[in-house]
Structures are given as C-alpha cells and as structure tokens.
C-alpha cells in the first residue's frame, strides 16, 4: 500500500467564508489545484493526508481551528514543525507503505522527508488532468 501526501494551499476556506469556524483538513484549502488533487486522492483508494505548514500532517477528517498563514518559506526554517513532522511521522508509522507519494509541489519534499525520516521512498507525483477553462 502507498500513501499520498498533498500539500496545502494558500487558498483557504475562511477567505471565502471570514466567520467559518474550524473546518476538516480536506474542506479547508479550497484552490482549484487542490481541490483536484482531493478528487484523485479520494479515487486512489490510497490512504492520504495534507500537510500544513502550520500543523504539519493532518488526516482529511482532522479539524483545523482557524485561518494561517504561514509561507513555505517560513515552515521550512521552523525547527518546532520539523520536530513536531517527526513525531507525527513516528506515530503514523511510514515503514508500513511501499512508497510515499508527494503530490505536485517538490518544495514541501524537506517536511515530508522530516516526516517520513528514511523509513519508505519518498517520490514526487505529478497528476495529469485537463481544466475544463483552458488552463
């Protein structure tokens, strides 16, 4: 079994509705891109989580409290995300899949490899698909 790990987006779902309190991680990041990588990852039949630059790795029915906005930039320099990848990862236990597939986006490849820790290949995976609007 492999397991499937999509980024988040800038896009959220309190800049559509201000007020919106806590929402699950697969209803929060509301960009066309990662609504599509949703789609698939829920067609896979593959395990999946997101990964928050803020939160680090949430399972799509993990509530996320409120607005962030936290760059890949800053993650990436933030020790307490990657120890707290660490652990999440410790916990999730990624010895037990094949491979781990990182959806699209190779800047998050430093999160998901201080979650993953060495313990299953890490690979990229680009998704083909065509936008109905032309882009």
Not at 78 to 95: M, V, Y
Not at 99 to 124: C, I, K, N, Q, S
Request: net charge neutral; aromatic share 10%.
């Amino acid at each position: 079994m492999d397991v499937w790990i999509l980024p988040c987006s800038d896009e959220k779902v309190w800049s559509r509705e201000p007020n919106r309190g806590a929402v699950s991680a697969k209803d929060t990041y509301v960009s066309d891109t990662f609504v599509r990588w949703r789609r698939a990852a829920e067609s896979s039949g593959q395990p999946w989580f997101v990964l928050s630059t803020k939160h680090g790795l949430l399972r799509p029915d993990d509530p996320v409290p409120g607005p962030y906005d936290v760059p890949i930039s800053a993650a990436l320099k933030d020790e307490r995300l990657l120890h707290a990848l660490a652990e999440q990862g410790r916990r999730i236990d990624f010895a037990q899949f094949r491979t781990v597939y990182l959806v699209e986006w190779d800047r998050f490849r430093p999160l998901v490899d201080a979650a993953v820790g060495g313990t299953a290949p890490v690979r990229l995976m680009t998704l083909m698909y065509e936008d109905p609007r032309g882009r």
